[in-house]
């Protein structure tokens, strides 16, 4: 089974401020890692995901993570923030090999304020 | 644009009434999910279909049943919704499981029950 901690519930930030949304897990097997942005009343979309190759990932909006397997952690960072950027952020993993499920961490409320 | 599409995006039932949501998506992907998220709280599986192999969480509660009468569309049907069914209910596809197990997400349609 796996199980994924986002370490803060809330993140406060100013616009233009870089961000870092954290995020660890714990799996007996290999996985792998998405964030998900959800703004207010829709659905999730996917900002990046790690399968394998390069630690470091890019994705969309100017987000990027690092996998670092010996911590197993996948933060999130944005080097500056916008207000649009406002949103819940979930951390997600999913088992390698011909698993299908997507367990979430329980989000991260990011408030980006002028 | 291909996509995932919910209908209705709000719905409102009375206590033991029953409703069906809706959930179509133009991807042709092999698998459709529906996810349960509660207020504040992360997304839950509740079941997946693979093509017409129906796959039921093992906590999911019997009065949430589903039907994929072909590719496109899948149902998620509420037998008696009771207070704590009230929550936002998400629709996902994925072409497959492994490395293509990458979800898409539809927009969610949100739950009131009277």
């Known amino acids: 089974a796996q199980s994924v901690t986002q370490l803060d519930s809330q993140v406060p930030v100013f616009e233009e401020a870089p961000v870092e949304l954290r995020c660890n897990y714990s799996s007996s097997v290999s996985v792998y890692l998405f964030w998900y942005v959800q703004y207010p009343n829709q659905g999730l979309q996917l900002l990046l995901k790690y399968l394998s190759g390069s630690t470091l990932v890019k994705g969309i909006n100017g987000f990027e993570a690092e996998f670092n397997k010996s911590q197993t952690s996948f933060h999130l960072r944005k080097p500056s923030v916008h207000i649009s950027d406002t949103a819940e952020y979930f951390c997600a993993v999913s088992p390698m090999g011909t698993g299908y499920a997507l367990n979430f961490g329980k989000g991260t409320s990011l408030l980006v304020t002028p | 644009d291909a996509m995932v599409i919910q209908n209705p995006r709000y719905q409102v039932t009375q206590f033991g009434k029953p409703v069906t949501l809706s959930c179509s998506q133009t991807l042709n992907h092999n698998v459709m999910y529906w996810y349960q998220q509660k207020s504040s709280q992360a997304p839950k599986l509740l079941f997946h279909y693979y093509d017409k192999d129906f796959n039921n969480e093992a906590d999911t509660p019997d009065n949430f049943q589903s039907r994929r009468p072909n590719t496109s569309f899948c149902f998620l049907d509420i037998r008696s919704p009771g207070l704590g069914d009230a929550a936002m209910y998400l629709c996902?596809?994925?072409?497959?499981?492994?490395?293509?197990?990458?979800?898409?997400f539809g927009p969610g349609t949100r739950l009131t029950v009277l």
């Open positions: 996902a596809t994925s072409r497959d499981f492994g490395t293509n197990n990458e979800q898409f």
